[in-house]
């Protein structure tokens, strides 16, 4: 019987091998990416970002669709390419995400304008508001091309603060935001902030291979005004756990850092 762990390793090194001399992905990262495919796979977070190395968004959809027709994915995943950022994105999921975001009005930013003394917090504020409204839409008119990869134009992203985006998209419950017309400084150089990380761990065959497939950050100083909020985040997501059997062992960590300067 062969290990799905080695079908997913060798699919990535076929698919994502990328530069001069095409560099393989080592069997660690091969592994890491299939815990985060799985996820987005079986519900657990909306999106994944891809950046274990410089492949395509025609590499990554060629990956995901081989892995489909292996039968190791059980959904069609969607490919969004984003200011050259590529996306795997569980598109049912992420549309009742962002639905459930304007409908209840629930997304927490934290404004890290570079100016302010320190963070604070605030609500999904108008432009924000349309961002999740233009980036559901386009979603809703891509849903028929799942075999190709998605392309948001600048016309769209262009005025939109991509940090918050992102933030939004992977599921986060909150999400950071500063003017961009400004400039991308912000002010959490020196800044306590709470890195909050969720694990879980795949049965390969040969063991267990365990991954981060959650890590967000909360300023310190808004910690206790945005715990309920993450508390209802942490128990949603248990939810969905308990719901598959591929993953085990979901586990929390949480600690607190003070960095020189935070790249957003």
């Not at 410089?54 to 995943?77: C, D, F, H, K, T």
């Not at 918050?164 to 500063?178: C, E, H, K």
Request: negative net charge; aromatic residues 10%; glycine residues 4%.
């Amino acid at each position: 019987m062969v290990n799905p762990a080695d079908i997913f390793i060798s699919t990535a090194q076929k698919f994502l091998s990328c530069g001069n001399k095409k560099k393989r992905l080592p069997p660690s990262s091969c592994l890491d990416l299939a815990v985060q495919i799985l996820a987005v796979n079986l519900g657990l977070k909306p999106a994944i970002l891809y950046d274990s190395n410089a492949a395509s968004a025609e590499q990554i959809l060629q990956y995901v669709n081989s892995l489909e027709e292996i039968g190791l994915l059980s959904r069609a995943l969607q490919i969004v390419s984003i200011d050259g950022n590529t996306l795997v994105v569980n598109s049912e999921l992420m549309k009742s995400h962002l639905a459930e975001l304007l409908q209840k009005r629930s997304l927490i930013t934290f404004d890290v304008c570079p100016w302010r003394e320190q963070p604070t917090m605030s609500g999904m504020e108008s432009k924000t508001e349309d961002m999740v409204k233009d980036i559901l839409a386009f979603l809703m008119n891509k849903e028929e091309t799942q075999s190709s990869v998605s392309v948001l134009g600048e016309e769209l992203y262009g005025q939109w603060n991509l940090c918050t985006l992102f933030g939004i998209l992977l599921g986060y419950p909150a999400s950071y935001w500063f003017d961009q017309s400004q400039g991308f400084e912000n002010c959490l150089s020196m800044t306590p902030l709470v890195v909050n990380k969720v694990w879980v761990c795949w049965q390969t065959g040969d063991g267990k291979h365990c991954s981060c497939i959650y890590s967000f950050s909360v300023p310190e100083i808004l910690w206790s005004e945005t715990y309920t909020h993450i508390e209802q985040w942490t128990k949603l997501l248990r939810q969905r756990f308990s719901k598959q059997a591929v993953l085990t062992e979901l586990h929390f960590s949480k600690e607190t850092v003070i960095l020189p300067s935070v790249t957003l």
